[in-house]
């Protein structure tokens, strides 16, 4: 029989380090927003953002630890196991692993393996929201200082009600009991954040974004500081532009950082995002130049542009039923093929 001391874990300690690490995080964000000249550190932004993505990542890894009866359970449920496996209930509070084996004592589970825990011990949160907060936790890391205001902003503000419903719901726990005076500046951030996003939307009613375009409104993000808190500029509205006759002039406005910029580079980017092709991978082009207003938003999948909302007047072949491109439209109803065929039998 083995001697081998057995692996434990103690899951108040995770509880108590995912407290602390919130903690710090909101006072890093408190710091990071606050001017220079009163003491804020523009700097903080980065421990910000990552001792919260951590402290979110214990809770989880809390959770799990108490799914489970013993510490022996707990230890090997949020460590690497020796394959690629997954745990299994058993039915009766503990967990069977197989094959068996040691489990790597200094590397605990990641994002991904979390997921499939979570799969398997039917623990839900909200993943399309955590994978948004851990990629931009990854691009925050990648920003000066100076440019990361803005987005950790809305970090906090996305964070937020994560937390909120998983303390709730998943731990049954007082969010403000677990997070202490943190969730009351989270809540208090929240909530104004929200305040300023709904004046942002609002900026924009009157500044006539091609209607194609406007979904994409909401993921644009200031050039200079990465928040997502941009009205129409009161400036280009006073002057009578518009974003559809004006594109190249009307400009936003960043509440984060005062900045000044066109709109229309940001609209296409995230356009462009969305439609991302890649052709070294052998990708399709999934949007082309409109031949009627000459922006490349031509969704090709759709038949339309969304600058221009203009529409192929012939979508399918006469005679094959084959799908019709821009290209084809002089042919009156036929592909290329039928086309050359027609008037080569004539």
Not at 50 to 70: C, E, I, P, Q, W
Not at 107 to 121: E, G, P, Q, W, Y
Not at 305 to 310: A, E, H, I, K, L
Request: with cysteine; glycine share 6%.
């Amino acid at each position: 029989m083995s001697n081998a001391p057995t692996q434990e874990l103690d899951a108040e300690k995770l509880y108590e380090n995912a407290r602390v690490s919130i903690q710090l995080g909101i006072e890093d964000f408190q710091m990071s927003q606050r001017n220079e000249n009163e003491g804020g550190n523009p700097a903080r932004a980065l421990s910000s953002v990552r001792n919260l993505f951590a402290g979110m990542m214990l809770l989880f890894k809390y959770k799990l630890a108490k799914s489970v009866d013993t510490p022996e359970d707990a230890y090997r449920l949020i460590h690497i196991p020796p394959r690629d496996i997954l745990p299994t209930p058993d039915g009766s509070g503990g967990i069977q692993w197989r094959p068996e084996g040691k489990f790597q004592k200094n590397k605990t589970i990641d994002v991904s393996d979390i997921k499939a825990r979570f799969n398997t011990f039917e623990v839900y949160v909200d993943w399309d929201t955590i994978a948004e907060l851990h990629n931009c936790r990854n691009h925050l890391e990648h920003l000066h200082p100076q440019n990361t205001h803005g987005e950790l902003a809305g970090f906090v503000a996305n964070l937020f009600p994560v937390l909120t419903n998983f303390i709730n719901d998943e731990l049954e726990k007082s969010p403000p009991e677990v997070l202490g005076t943190s969730w009351e500046i989270m809540l208090a951030h929240q909530t104004f954040y929200n305040s300023q996003l709904a004046e942002c939307e609002e900026s924009w009613l009157g500044a006539e974004v091609p209607e194609g375009m406007q979904e994409y409104l909401p993921t644009c993000t200031c050039s200079e500081c990465g928040s997502r808190l941009l009205k129409a500029s009161p400036d280009s509205i006073e002057q009578g532009y518009t974003v559809q006759s004006n594109e190249d002039d009307f400009e936003y406005y960043c509440i984060s950082c005062g900045e000044h910029a066109p709109i229309t580079p940001l609209l296409m980017d995230s356009f462009e995002h969305e439609f991302f092709y890649w052709p070294p991978d052998g990708d399709d082009p999934t949007y082309e130049e409109c031949y009627n207003c000459n922006h490349d938003t031509f969704v090709i999948a759709e038949g339309n542009c969304r600058w221009c909302d203009t529409d192929l007047d012939y979508k399918k072949c006469k005679f094959c039923e084959q799908t019709l491109q821009q290209d084809d439209q002089a042919n009156e109803g036929l592909c290329g093929y039928c086309n050359h065929r027609f008037y080569k039998d004539d």
